[in-house]
């Protein structure tokens, strides 16, 4: 049998309603399907995986997704890996883009896809050359750790489907709580479990491990998990505990360093809104406009919501609110009602 120029690896367990459509996502690339499964082999899912499956890994889940990642890497015989989740779909325009990439004279070891989740996208390391040593780190959030810089393809786009968030950060709360005891210090877990919380509304839980992965963060270059994390705890600060002063202080704060980040801007915008400073606030979200998609370190998450529809729509709302006299409406309201 002529060998497949690339190795698709999946995870799955039963209960997992995109499975086929994952699969047939990026069946134009000819792969070899290398698929782990750790659920009942009773399900339905059991049978789609045995249908598309040229190795197929049956094993028992042990709260250890780079355990389970490094399980499929070593039964792949293809030249280059992409690794994705079940519950995700490769974009039908991407699969060309990627073929074309395949077929190419690469020179980089590791490549980055565009990885969309609702209004949210973030660059992930995806595709990567299948060599001796190349393994994935962490037991939930896991990554491969690259020697260089991976080659970004923005235009390449996996779709991430939303299903049951609260399931999903549950289990990963667990398992990182658990890590945590043995590491209380432990950078990518009190990043993780920050982002965890955060998603079951569990914001003081979430406030906690944001800030020790900060304060445990001794490195002064700036890099995306400590941007992303400072806009977190700016964000619990003003819509959690109202502390418009320390959120403000949070933000300007990197606003100096980074003024480019449209997160940031609005952000800002939401404070002076709610505060009633709708000219300033208007201001701030023109800014956000202004900024567009951020980029840094060959990586990129943004909110596509945030550098276009949620400022324009704060900047008519604001605009609005403009021509109210606040103190005069104030004051009315207060008066008492005469018979």
Request: glycine share 2%.
């Amino acid at each position: 049998m002529k060998k497949k120029k690339v190795s698709i690896n999946i995870i799955t367990t039963h209960n997992e309603p995109y499975l086929r459509q994952c699969l047939e996502s990026v069946k134009d690339l000819d792969p070899e399907y290398v698929i782990g499964y750790t659920g009942d082999i009773s399900k339905e899912e059991y049978k789609i995986c045995k249908e598309f499956a040229d190795k197929l890994d049956v094993f028992e889940w042990k709260d250890d997704f780079s355990y389970a990642r490094n399980r499929l890497i070593k039964k792949s015989t293809s030249d280059w890996i992409i690794w994705i989740d079940s519950d995700e779909t490769i974009e039908k325009e991407s699969i060309q883009k990627i073929n074309n990439l395949l077929n190419s004279n690469i020179k980089n070891m590791y490549h980055s896809f565009k990885l969309i989740h609702g209004s949210t996208s973030m660059g992930q390391l995806r595709m990567f050359f299948n060599k001796d040593g190349i393994e994935f780190n962490n037991v939930v959030h896991e990554k491969i750790i690259p020697d260089v810089y991976p080659n970004n393809h923005p235009d390449i786009k996996i779709i991430h489907h939303i299903q049951n968030v609260n399931r999903s950060s549950v289990r990963n709360i667990n398992i990182l709580e658990k890590e945590l005891k043995e590491n209380p210090n432990n950078l990518d877990n009190n990043f993780y479990i920050a982002i965890e919380y955060h998603l079951i509304d569990r914001h003081m839980k979430s406030l906690i491990h944001a800030e020790k992965f900060l304060n445990n963060y001794v490195s002064a270059d700036i890099n995306i998990r400590k941007l992303y994390i400072r806009y977190l705890i700016a964000w619990i600060y003003t819509f959690h505990l109202q502390n418009y002063q320390k959120a403000t202080e949070i933000i300007l704060a990197q606003l100096m360093l980074n003024c480019n980040i449209a997160e940031f801007w609005c952000l800002l915008g939401d404070i002076f809104s709610t505060i009633g400073k709708y000219k300033h606030a208007k201001r701030f979200f023109q800014n956000a406009i202004l900024m567009g998609d951020y980029k840094y370190d060959n990586m990129w998450l943004v909110d596509s919501m945030k550098y276009d529809t949620y400022p324009r729509l704060m900047i008519e709302k604001c605009a609005k609110k403009e021509e109210i006299d606040i103190q005069e409406f104030n004051r009315e309201i207060n008066e008492p009602i005469m018979p």
